[in-house]
Protein backbone atom coordinates (compact mmCIF):
# COMPACT_ATOMS: atom_id res chain seq x y z
CA UNK A 1 0.00 0.00 0.00
CA UNK A 2 1.45 3.15 -0.99
CA UNK A 3 1.52 6.29 1.94
CA UNK A 4 -1.66 8.14 0.51
CA UNK A 5 -3.46 5.07 -0.21
CA UNK A 6 -3.73 4.57 4.10
CA UNK A 7 -4.07 7.93 4.67
CA UNK A 8 -6.90 9.94 5.59
CA UNK A 9 -7.97 12.96 3.66
CA UNK A 10 -7.64 15.21 6.64
CA UNK A 11 -4.03 14.07 7.09
CA UNK A 12 -2.76 14.34 3.67
CA UNK A 13 -4.37 17.66 3.36
CA UNK A 14 -2.37 19.00 6.11
CA UNK A 15 0.40 17.29 4.79
CA UNK A 16 0.23 18.48 1.23
CA UNK A 17 -0.29 22.51 2.95
CA UNK A 18 2.68 22.20 4.31
CA UNK A 19 4.80 20.78 1.49
CA UNK A 20 2.74 23.18 -0.78
CA UNK A 21 4.01 25.98 1.37
CA UNK A 22 7.76 25.12 1.36
CA UNK A 23 7.17 24.38 -2.58
CA UNK A 24 5.86 27.82 -3.34
CA UNK A 25 8.94 29.30 -1.45
CA UNK A 26 11.36 27.44 -3.38
CA UNK A 27 9.13 28.28 -7.07
CA UNK A 28 9.20 32.24 -5.65
CA UNK A 29 12.81 31.77 -5.11
CA UNK A 30 14.11 30.48 -8.44
CA UNK A 31 14.23 34.23 -10.64
CA UNK A 32 15.49 37.28 -9.76
CA UNK A 33 11.77 39.28 -8.35
CA UNK A 34 10.43 41.05 -11.35
CA UNK A 35 7.73 43.88 -11.55
CA UNK A 36 4.91 41.26 -11.89
CA UNK A 37 4.25 39.96 -8.49
CA UNK A 38 3.05 36.40 -7.66
CA UNK A 39 -0.52 37.86 -7.49
CA UNK A 40 -0.44 39.53 -10.49
CA UNK A 41 1.37 36.06 -11.99
CA UNK A 42 -1.08 33.98 -10.52
CA UNK A 43 -4.13 36.11 -11.84
CA UNK A 44 -2.96 35.98 -15.57
CA UNK A 45 -2.19 32.98 -15.50
CA UNK A 46 -6.14 31.95 -14.34
CA UNK A 47 -7.36 34.60 -17.06
CA UNK A 48 -5.15 32.50 -19.89
CA UNK A 49 -6.22 29.23 -18.27
CA UNK A 50 -10.05 30.52 -18.05
CA UNK A 51 -10.55 33.28 -20.26
CA UNK A 52 -12.40 36.50 -19.61
CA UNK A 53 -13.11 36.40 -15.91
CA UNK A 54 -15.58 39.19 -14.06
CA UNK A 55 -13.60 41.03 -11.96
CA UNK A 56 -15.37 40.40 -8.66
CA UNK A 57 -14.96 36.20 -9.37
CA UNK A 58 -10.98 37.34 -10.10
CA UNK A 59 -10.96 38.49 -6.92
CA UNK A 60 -12.28 35.62 -4.81
CA UNK A 61 -10.58 33.35 -7.30
CA UNK A 62 -7.23 34.90 -6.39
CA UNK A 63 -8.20 34.98 -2.84
CA UNK A 64 -7.81 39.03 -2.69
CA UNK A 65 -10.38 41.90 -2.14
CA UNK A 66 -12.65 43.39 -5.14
CA UNK A 67 -10.49 46.81 -4.26
CA UNK A 68 -7.60 45.11 -4.39
CA UNK A 69 -7.87 43.36 -7.61
CA UNK A 70 -9.32 47.12 -9.57
CA UNK A 71 -6.08 48.14 -8.46
CA UNK A 72 -3.84 45.04 -9.95
CA UNK A 73 -6.04 44.91 -12.90
CA UNK A 74 -5.61 48.51 -13.29
CA UNK A 75 -1.44 48.02 -12.97
CA UNK A 76 -1.60 45.08 -15.34
CA UNK A 77 -4.08 47.11 -17.99
CA UNK A 78 -1.41 50.35 -17.73
CA UNK A 79 1.38 47.68 -18.72
CA UNK A 80 -0.67 45.99 -21.72
CA UNK A 81 -1.06 42.58 -19.52
CA UNK A 82 -4.80 42.83 -19.38
CA UNK A 83 -7.62 44.54 -20.51
CA UNK A 84 -10.82 45.34 -19.29
CA UNK A 85 -14.36 44.96 -21.66
CA UNK A 86 -18.24 45.23 -20.53
CA UNK A 87 -19.48 41.94 -20.70
CA UNK A 88 -21.47 40.88 -23.80
CA UNK A 89 -24.57 39.97 -21.84
CA UNK A 90 -24.59 42.71 -19.18
CA UNK A 91 -22.97 46.27 -20.26
CA UNK A 92 -22.65 46.83 -16.49
CA UNK A 93 -20.31 44.26 -15.97
CA UNK A 94 -16.70 44.21 -16.35
CA UNK A 95 -14.75 41.83 -17.47
CA UNK A 96 -10.90 41.21 -17.71
CA UNK A 97 -8.92 39.24 -20.59
CA UNK A 98 -5.71 38.73 -20.77
CA UNK A 99 -3.62 40.30 -23.75
CA UNK A 100 -1.25 38.63 -26.02
CA UNK A 101 1.73 40.61 -24.18
CA UNK A 102 0.70 39.04 -21.52
CA UNK A 103 0.63 35.87 -22.68
CA UNK A 104 4.15 36.40 -23.75
CA UNK A 105 5.22 37.59 -20.30
CA UNK A 106 3.44 34.76 -18.73
CA UNK A 107 6.18 32.35 -21.51
CA UNK A 108 8.94 34.10 -20.44
CA UNK A 109 8.11 34.05 -16.61
CA UNK A 110 7.38 30.69 -16.79
CA UNK A 111 10.58 29.22 -18.92
CA UNK A 112 12.69 30.89 -16.01
CA UNK A 113 11.68 29.14 -13.27
CA UNK A 114 11.49 25.98 -15.50
CA UNK A 115 15.40 26.46 -16.23
CA UNK A 116 15.27 26.92 -12.77
CA UNK A 117 13.47 23.99 -11.39
CA UNK A 118 15.33 22.06 -13.75
CA UNK A 119 18.31 22.49 -12.00
CA UNK A 120 16.55 21.32 -8.69
CA UNK A 121 15.32 18.81 -10.47
CA UNK A 122 18.24 16.94 -11.39
CA UNK A 123 19.55 17.30 -7.81
CA UNK A 124 17.01 14.47 -7.01
CA UNK A 125 17.05 10.75 -7.30
CA UNK A 126 15.40 9.27 -10.41
CA UNK A 127 12.87 7.80 -8.56
CA UNK A 128 11.57 11.00 -6.92
CA UNK A 129 11.43 12.47 -10.48
CA UNK A 130 9.48 9.59 -11.72
CA UNK A 131 7.31 10.15 -8.65
CA UNK A 132 6.70 13.65 -9.18
CA UNK A 133 6.16 13.23 -13.25
CA UNK A 134 3.37 10.86 -12.07
CA UNK A 135 2.16 12.70 -9.65
CA UNK A 136 1.34 15.93 -12.63
CA UNK A 137 -1.93 14.26 -13.63
CA UNK A 138 -3.21 14.82 -9.97
CA UNK A 139 -1.96 18.20 -9.45
CA UNK A 140 -3.23 19.10 -12.87
CA UNK A 141 -6.94 17.88 -11.71
CA UNK A 142 -6.09 19.55 -8.08
CA UNK A 143 -5.56 23.11 -10.12
CA UNK A 144 -8.51 22.63 -12.16
CA UNK A 145 -10.96 21.80 -9.31
CA UNK A 146 -13.48 24.33 -9.17
CA UNK A 147 -14.16 26.74 -6.10
CA UNK A 148 -17.80 26.89 -4.58
CA UNK A 149 -17.51 31.02 -5.75
CA UNK A 150 -17.00 29.73 -9.75
CA UNK A 151 -19.72 29.77 -11.43
CA UNK A 152 -19.91 26.51 -13.54
CA UNK A 153 -18.60 26.11 -17.30
CA UNK A 154 -21.29 27.32 -19.46
Known amino acids: ?11 LALRLAGDLEQVLGLFRSLVQPSALSMTAGAT ?5 RNGPC ?4 LAAREGVTQPAMTQLVSRLQDAGLASR ?7 RVVQVSITDAGKTMLARRRARRADGLAGVLARLSPEHRTALANALPALDELAAVRRDFEPAPA
Open 1 to 11: MGIAEGMAVEE
Open 44 to 48: LSTLE
Open 54 to 57: RLTA
Open 85 to 91: EADPTDG
